[in-house]
């Protein structure tokens, strides 16, 4: 018969009863305090975290009632202007109006910016034309932003209209700027919410708009006088390229930039077009010829937005990117947004007196575009010290690679037998595994569709590279 067991036995003595039973008391109050201990933390870390929240939402609705206070403030000091006097000192529109101030309400930093500008309404079915246009109103928008709780920007924006006295007013000595902003990369088309800053120290503008809906920005007003070259506009969004127009060369040393200054003429419509694209990334991966990464191989990668072409030689283009790197341990480095375009690949130092490029995925140049989000670019390098043979086929005609082409390399009194087909770059590496690749004579063979066959004898040397280039 089967004895029930116990934690304490009645044949205990006493004081062993007491023991265990102490034991178990002890064991149960630290589980109680432990879970007493959570649950305060628990209601401890919530509260504290409702009234976080709460705190920084009520000092954010007092940093926007100020802001709010602010502005409203700046729009009654402009609506006791006369009119012809609406217009601030940087702006298009000649005027007093500080068109960027700091100010301080409720012991809290406010930036105040002013913009003026002249809006010809087509409600009124008179429009201005590609030489003169037509005032119906000067439009005045106050945003005011500060820094929030958790150092974000943040800002309000009000709006005023404001209408001259009699007649609409024929605007003829005044000039236009349009400038567009707009992508080329593949679906590309106008950015909207792009900032873009005009600035021309000869008719003291400095000033600022947002792109609309189709990526424009028309700047009109006094200060957009006649001025050729002068006018330097500055683009920027976040996640996108910031592009600068520079003088003419020689003001700009070495080359002749695309993005020129811009000019205008007062009873013309001018017009600036420039390209903005979203920034992408380009991860470069080192790697022998059995995808082993190899670490610490130095290169050049230059390319991305083309800024113009060198002065000495019109066909050699000046690019945004031009940098020399390293690749980590794990024979890897990211470049973090940069424009999108061809780049080039190189090597340096001791990784090209070591190296030499076997292929590269995708080929030579690069091509990063904004959508690929990030381009990942493998360099397959073989030990030029290695026993190797790199085979490069290409069209006599074009001296273009020619992808696809088979190379057989044959050895009958070593049983060797090899085909391999062309990358997309013409290049085929043996050996291709890692089994022993003996310095022999080897017979080589290399077809390819629409090209006549070619045959070779070739010989491979112990611990060297050795480089056909066969073209068909």
């Known amino acids: 018969m089967c004895q029930k067991l116990s934690i304490v036995d009645a044949n205990m003595l006493p004081d062993t009863k007491y023991q265990i039973l102490n034991t178990k008391y002890k064991a149960f109050m630290l589980i109680e305090a432990m879970t007493v201990l959570f649950i305060f933390a628990l209601i401890t870390i919530t509260f504290y975290s409702v009234f976080s929240v709460g705190t920084r939402y009520i000092q954010d609705a007092k940093n926007r009632l100020g802001a709010l ?51 010809d309404d087509p409600f009124d079915g008179i429009g201005y034309a590609d030489t003169v246009w037509f005032e119906d109103y000067k439009r005045v928008i106050i945003t005011t932003s500060w820094s929030g709780a958790t150092n974000t920007s943040e800002n309000v924006q009000i709006t005023s209209r404001f209408v001259p006295p009699g007649k609409e007013v024929q605007h003829v000595g005044d000039g236009i700027l349009s400038v567009n902003i707009f992508s080329d990369q ?109 670490s610490g191989a130095t290169f050049h990668l230059s390319g991305g937005r083309k800024l113009g072409t060198n002065v000495a030689d019109p066909f050699a283009a000046v690019y945004n990117f031009d940098q020399s790197s ?36 995708p080929v030579l140049p690069f091509s990063l575009l904004s959508s690929v989000g990030t381009l990942d670019a493998k360099i397959k390098l073989a030990s030029k010290t290695a026993t190797s043979l790199l085979v490069s086929v290409f069209n006599t005609s074009s001296t273009l690679p020619i992808a696809g082409a088979k190379v057989r390399l044959t050895n009958a009194a070593l049983s060797y037998d090899k085909e391999l087909t062309s990358t997309s770059d013409g290049k085929v590496f043996f050996p291709d595994s890692s089994d022993p690749f003996l310095p022999e004579t080897y017979h080589m063979k290399i077809t390819a569709t629409g090209y006549s066959n070619k045959e070779s004898d070739v010989t491979i040397t112990a611990g060297s590279l050795k480089t056909e280039s066969v073209g068909l």
């Open 69 to 119: 206070a602010v502005s409203n403030e700046r729009m009654e000091i402009v609506r006791n202007l006369a009119y012809d006097s609406i217009g601030t000192d940087h702006g298009t529109i000649h005027g007093n109006i500080p068109q960027d101030q700091d100010v301080t309400e409720n012991a809290h930093q406010y930036h105040i910016h002013t913009e003026v500008d002249y809006i």
């Open 186 to 294: 593949p679906g590309g088309a106008g950015i909207p919410d792009s900032k873009v800053t005009v600035v021309n120290a000869d008719t003291h503008l400095n000033t600022y708009q947002m792109t609309d809906d189709s990526g424009n920005a028309t700047f009109m007003g006094d200060r957009v006088t006649n001025s050729i070259q002068k006018y330097q506009i500055t683009v920027e969004k976040s996640g996108y390229e910031t592009v600068a127009t520079m003088p003419p060369y020689p003001l700009t040393p070495l080359f002749n930039p695309i993005d020129v200054h811009a000019s205008v003429v007062t009873g013309t419509m001018n017009v600036a077009n420039i390209v903005q694209n979203k920034l992408a990334n380009i991860k470069i991966s080192t790697v022998d010829y059995l995808d082993a990464p190899i």
């Open 326 to 361: 390293t690749t980590d341990s794990g024979g890897e480095k990211l470049f973090s947004s940069i424009s999108p375009g061809n780049y080039a690949f190189s090597l340096t130092g001791s990784t090209l007196s070591d190296y030499v490029i076997i292929s590269t995925t």
